[in-house]
């Protein structure tokens, strides 16, 4: 699960969501698909969330990684 | 100082006019201008010319003159005298058809066509949401900034790897490929952006190298380019997976938009809770259904029960002496019994028959 990348994830969120308002799921499949789905839509949203965006040189960080010992 | 362009001026202005052959470079064309200007390059040895033509009669040829044609140029030396700039000034030009480097690269792009290295299958779909960009730009700031500029608005959680390097001039191209192989070894890095500003067409040469065009196609992560303006197709747009025609262009492949992004996430998530609702809610119907059906079972037996008794009368009364009555039959009784035989009863004996409606006593006359 934490192994997906978050398009694998929003596309099997967005396949449940389908499943869900066109086929006749049976009642215990959907409570299942919708726990599963839950699971994938806060793992989208933490991908978003815990990203913060930063710009680095390539040059500043070959240096640094140079200085290492 | 005056006097001596002047002097230059008029020698140069002795000299015949006379036929040149060369490349046309660096063509700069405006309506407010009253002359054309282009370089006149000589593919063999690399010397240039600068040469002026009257708009008028450059528009009037209809030549659709392009940089990197091959051309013949009539035209007279001259001095522009304010600023001591030798030029050639054209009195007419022909078109000598493609110039070499644009055959050359002609020849090029059909040999790596025919590779399959611009196939449409070989093209890889880019990461909806990267972990590393790698910008591959010069140090001219207008690409770059554009780069940047779009990505930070578009995705704020962006993360972006600068790498600058040469693009232009004879070290361009191992440059640029010497950093996208340094890019592809940064471990997040899993998208590359190319991006270099407009310019000549000898700016963007180095951007149909071979080498380079080979090292895109063969680049381990995809990689978009957006190299020079709409109109120039420089052979690494043919190799890359994604091509843009400018530099936000090419952010805007990149990232997706947080905003929609966000919004598409909370719209499955809606369908996600509306989507289990419904099945509850189907489920609980069906329940509701069976639990009506089970009520209503008593009633039925019932119902079903009483018909059979309703059926099994109907058969007891067409059974009933009644009925054969009404048939016109009668039923005689002496002393209360039935009489069912002549022997039975004596002359003159009292009767009583009954009939389907009423009845009446009698007596017997004779017996037989």
Redesign the interface.
Known sequence: MSEA???EA?RE??Q??H???SG????DE??R??ER??QL?KL??D???R?????????T??EATREKP | MGAFNRGIASWLGRLPTVWVEGEVTELRRQARWASVFFTLKDPGDGACLAVSMPRGQFDALRLDVADGDRVHVYGRPELFEARGEFRLRALSLERFGLGDHLAALERLKRKLAAEGLFAAERKRPLPSLPRQIGLVTGNDAAAKRDVLSTIQARFPPASVLVAETYVQGPRAAGSVIETLAALCRQPDVDVIVVARGGGSFEDLLPFSDERLVRAIAACPVPVVTAVGHEQDTPLCDLAADARASTPSVAARLVVPDLTELLQRLDRARTGLERGTRRALDRERQKLDRMHERLGRAPQLLVERGHSRLEHAAGRLRALSPKATLARGYAIVRARDEIVRAGSDVEPGERVEVELAEGGFGARVEETR
Not at chain 1, 24 to 27: A, D, I
Not at chain 1, 51 to 59: D, M, P, Q, V
């Open positions: 990348t978050f398009e929003q969120l967005e449940i969501v499943r869900l308002e006749e799921v049976p009642l959907a409570l698909l919708w789905g839950e839509y989208c949203r991908r978003l969330e990203a913060e965006g930063k710009i680095e040189e390539l040059a960080r070959v």
